[in-house]
């Protein structure tokens, strides 16, 4: 069954820390990786990943994928309270082009 | 652009109501997805249309949910008697399959943030 793994689920941090959220998957048919940031309403795109090795960047958020090991990784440096929120991480299949999401980590950053 | 349009924003109902939860996806889109999103279960796909055809809807949890997608530019998820499980935010989401494209991203609407009482 296709599957994705977000960790942690959830994370304390304090302002201008630094952040790795985790994103593995098991995807038959693996076609690209999303990022996406939820905070009250609806999820919010933020990375497209597709190849292997490329990071993205986004100001201080960037992420990467690895296809070999299947996982992704974002990375927020310097963080503020706005970047508190819900990250969610989703697998396209290529054949359906269905999105599987992991259940999000959720990210408090204090003040 | 107008973005993926949900309606109701927020409903309040009685156990054994029934509830239809609409959408209008973006113009020009070919695929829509209905997901549940719970603190417990995070977001689950409930189903999805292609070219208003239902393409896979294993992740409906039962024969109370129902969807429909009539035409290009809306679709409906029904609940049927409803219960206080099925207290939720209702995502409805679009998006475009070009062939060539190696990925392409899905846009949400806003949810409908449903208690059943």
């Known amino acids: 069954e296709d599957k994705v793994v977000q960790s942690p689920l959830s994370l304390v941090v304090h302002e201008g820390d630094t952040v790795t959220l985790n994103c593995s998957y098991e995807v038959t048919n693996f076609r690209s990786l999303l990022w996406y940031k939820q905070e009250k309403k609806a999820p919010t795109f933020l990375f497209m990943l597709?190849?292997?090795?490329i990071e993205k960047k986004s100001g201080r958020l960037s992420s990467i994928l690895d296809k070999k090991e299947l996982f992704s990784i974002l990375n927020i440096t310097a963080t503020q309270t706005g970047d508190s929120a819900i990250y969610l991480c989703?697998?396209?299949?290529?054949?359906?082009?269905?999105?599987?999401f992991g259940t999000g980590t959720r990210l408090k950053v204090l003040a | 652009d107008a973005g993926v349009i949900q309606s109701p924003r927020h409903e309040v109902t009685e156990m054994g109501q029934e509830v239809t939860l609409r959408c209008k996806p973006i113009?020009?889109?070919?695929?829509l997805f209905w997901y549940r999103q719970t603190m417990m279960r995070g977001l689950e796909l409930l189903i999805y249309f292609n070219n208003n055809v239902p393409i896979d809807d294993s992740g409906m949890p039962e024969d109370r949910f129902s969807a429909k997608m009539p035409n290009a530019s809306f679709s409906t998820l029904k609940i049927q008697p409803s219960e206080p499980r099925d207290s939720a935010v209702y995502f409805c989401?679009?998006?475009?399959?070009?062939?060539?494209?190696?990925?392409?991203?899905?846009?949400f609407g806003e949810g409908s943030w449903l208690t059943v009482v």
């Open positions: 989703a697998a396209l299949h290529s054949g359906t082009y269905k999105y599987i």
């Open positions: 113009s020009g889109h070919n695929s």
């Open positions: 989401a679009s998006s475009t399959q070009l062939t060539g494209v190696a990925g392409n991203t899905i846009y």
């Open positions: 597709t190849s292997s090795g």
